[in-house]
């Protein structure tokens, strides 16, 4: 009698994709996780998990230029799209995008855990508002969870980097 496969031992399936501006390829169990897979398979430590339930926000890469939770998505569905992570958010190695420069300059983040997440959340924020009032930029940020800054400083970044994306355009 042949040996049974034990739940989730399953063939791995091939997953292709565009990760920050670069083709890749990979062999990936079909539950793994996208947050695994750009941590574990590709290497991409950036984006970090926290709750694993989509609540937090820390996991939020965009997928196709939109905010998603990593945590929740299976990297099988991704399958021909394109991810940015916060590893891609720079327009070149040692550089800063003006939303991380903003981050910087505000002192939006303490720990840093949270901030992969807010910087992927508010690059397509800006990019879909680029000039957000406040309760915009508030409920643009209502996904992420900060358990250290107050907020504060992380709205101001905000608006900082709105001015920054106003001056380079």
Known sequence: MPERDEPGDQDELPVTLVVN???????VPPRRLLSDFLRHDLGLTG????????VCGCCTVLLDGEPIRSCLTLAVTVDGRAVTTVEGLAPAPGEMSPVQRAFAECHALQCGFCTPGFLCTVTAL??????????E????????LCRCTGYQNIVKAVRRAADLIAEES
């Open 137 to 144: 930029v508030l409920d643009g940020i209502s996904g992420n």
């Open 47 to 54: 984006t970090h998990v926290g709750c694993e339930h989509g």
């Open 126 to 135: 800006l990019r879909d508002n680029p000039a957000p009032g406040e309760d």
């Open 21 to 27: 501006g670069v083709p890749r390829q990979a062999d």
